[in-house]
Nanobody
Framework: QVQLVESGGGLVQAGGSLRLSCAAS????????MGWFRQARGKEREFVGA????????YYTPFVKGRFTISRDNAKNTVYLQMNSLKPEDTAVYYC????????????????WGQGTQVTVSS
């Protein structure tokens, strides 16, 4: 049974940094891409970025490119989302998810989801 567990959320001031972790278990993930999504209150879930386990190739949505970095640690089966230069509009619940699809931006393509972790950026 696949499990994804996020951690690392919290409260940070604008301009600060946070690193989210997503620990994966229950499968061999070499076939998967791991995505990060976020959902702000009252808004739809949106794609942040993704990384392929097999080769580390990353995808980013334009509004985080240059500020956020996704990486992975194969030995720990853990994916990270390093968030720098945070803005109040980055406030949301952040989710990691796993997919075998090449269409990593679509939430409907993901088979497994974590429970989410709250990130709050104060101005």
């Amino acid at each position: 049974q696949v499990q994804l567990v996020e951690s690392g959320g919290g409260l940070v001031q604008a301009g600060g940094s946070l690193r989210l972790s997503c620990a994966a278990s229950g499968s061999t993930f070499s076939r998967y891409a791991m995505g990060w999504f976020r959902q702000a209150r009252g808004k739809e879930r949106e794609f942040v970025g993704a990384i392929r386990w097999s080769d580390g190739y990353t995808y980013y949505t334009p509004f985080v490119k240059g500020r956020f970095t996704i990486s992975r640690d194969n030995a720990k089966n853990t994916v990270y989302l390093q968030m720098n230069s945070l803005k109040p509009e980055d406030t949301a619940v952040y989710y990691c998810a796993a997919t075998t699809s090449y269409e990593v931006a679509g939430a409907h393509n993901y088979d497994y989801w974590g429970q989410g972790t709250q990130v709050t950026v104060s101005s």
